[in-house]
């Protein structure tokens, strides 16, 4: 570890209360652990429904899955944070949005009970359709060697309007069980379906977020390597288990 880091980072964390599913909050620890362990100091703030947010303050958000009930809660609170949080995205701010949180980025989630408007930060949209998507999942995605493995539980289908999906699906549904592409990148923005929590499982995607976050921060975005043999082996397992056997 090096004895002169300076960097810090502060994770937001959006909402935990209510958008907390499959262990999505393991993200968090993850992203800290990564960070502690190569001497860079790291900060979660967690904000509930009525906290003000500066997003000036941020360098990593994190917006977890949530049931729809729990989603048309968050979409009353989010047109008073829209602009500030679309400032952030186009300012390069770094955001890691799972399932209930990668629909919420759009313009909205239709589902049987009503429209759930979302922050409208990435064009795309979801639709409730027939039956759930739920397996195991396996992508490749161009920003990484390994692949990107994970766990997914849906009833919408995501539309990303010609926008860089996050990762072709090798094993899995993804964003709409069709198109064969699952997520969606969009400046220093990740949307993802995949649960499992993400990160731990996928270290080149934790190393990513951190990166580009100290990037947009300090012009900097060098990182120790890290031991990930342990990682590597349970994204290896999964790999093995779901797409090789093939
Ligand atoms: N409620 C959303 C859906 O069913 C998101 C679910 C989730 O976050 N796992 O599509």
Excluded at 62 to 72: A, C, H, I, V, Y
Excluded at 203 to 212: E, G, H, N, T
């Amino acid at each position: 570890m090096e004895g002169n880091e300076q960097r810090k980072i502060t994770i937001g964390h959006l909402y935990p209360d209510l958008l907390n599913l499959y262990g999505d909050r393991g993200n968090i620890a993850c992203l800290m652990q990564r960070c502690k362990w190569r001497g860079i100091e790291a900060e979660t703030i967690e904000f509930e429904l009525n906290d003000e947010i500066d997003f000036t303050k941020l360098d990593i958000v994190l917006l977890g899955g949530g049931s729809d009930r729990e989603q048309m809660i968050v979409c009353q609170k989010l047109k008073s944070i829209q602009k500030d949080f679309k400032d952030y995205v186009e300012d390069g701010g770094v955001v890691i949005a799972v399932c209930g949180g990668y629909q919420l980025l759009g313009k909205y989630y239709r589902t049987e009970d009503g429209i759930i408007e979302g922050l409208d930060l990435v064009d795309l949209y979801t639709e409730q359709e027939e039956g759930r998507l739920i397996d195991n999942i396996v992508l490749k995605s161009d920003l990484f060697d390994l692949p990107v493995v994970g766990f997914e539980n849906h009833g919408g289908r995501t539309y990303i309007n010609g926008n860089k999906p996050f990762g072709k699906v090798l094993y899995g549904s993804g964003n709409d069980g069709k198109s064969g592409y699952e997520g969606v990148v969009y400046k220093n923005v990740i949307g993802t379906y995949l649960h499992g929590p993400l990160l731990p499982k996928n270290p080149q995607v934790s190393d990513y977020l951190i990166a580009r976050a100290l990037e947009r921060k300090y012009g900097d975005d060098s990182l120790i390597p890290l031991d990930d043999s342990q990682e590597i082996s349970a994204n290896q397992y999964i790999y093995d288990r779901f797409v090789k056997k093939a």
